[in-house]
């Protein structure tokens, strides 16, 4: 099922608000968050509009989890973070999806919750480019 208002759902300027597809994976999407506060901070999505992991079943729930680790591992291997926070919320989206954001120790907001949208750095699309380039190579 796709709900036509979802940027996850449909792409699109939604989509464009906040992020860039890198590619899909197993039962779910890799998109790279355009904040990048956090370097290598991305968002996987399930491939469906479901809320709750409780709404996947058992098979689908184990494949989102591998999804959400073979893009943790690929931004482990292109970022080389400290630690890896996950996120999942989405109170309003209501599109099952997780936010992985690296944390660097000598990096923003180390030691606290991330900011969902702190805003503080953009990139050119080239810059982008090469990140998804970075991710691309390790999935």
Request: with cysteine.
């Amino acid at each position: 099922m796709k709900d036509p208002n979802c940027g996850y759902c449909f792409g699109g300027k939604a989509l464009a608000a906040f992020g860039i597809k890198i590619c899909d994976l197993s039962v779910s999407q890799l998109i790279l968050f355009k904040e990048q506060s956090h370097p290598g901070r991305c968002i996987v999505a399930f491939r469906d509009h479901v809320s709750e992991m409780v709404d996947l079943s058992a098979e689908d729930r184990s494949a989102f989890f591998a999804d959400v680790n073979r893009a943790a591992k690929a931004i482990h291997a292109a970022f080389h973070p400290d630690k890896i926070n996950y996120g999942a919320y989405g109170d309003t989206g209501c599109h099952l999806h997780f936010h992985l954001v690296p944390k660097y120790k000598d990096g923003f907001e180390w030691g606290g919750v991330f900011a969902m949208n702190p805003g503080e750095k953009f990139l050119t699309d080239a810059e982008y480019a090469e990140m998804i380039e970075k991710i691309k190579k390790e999935l």
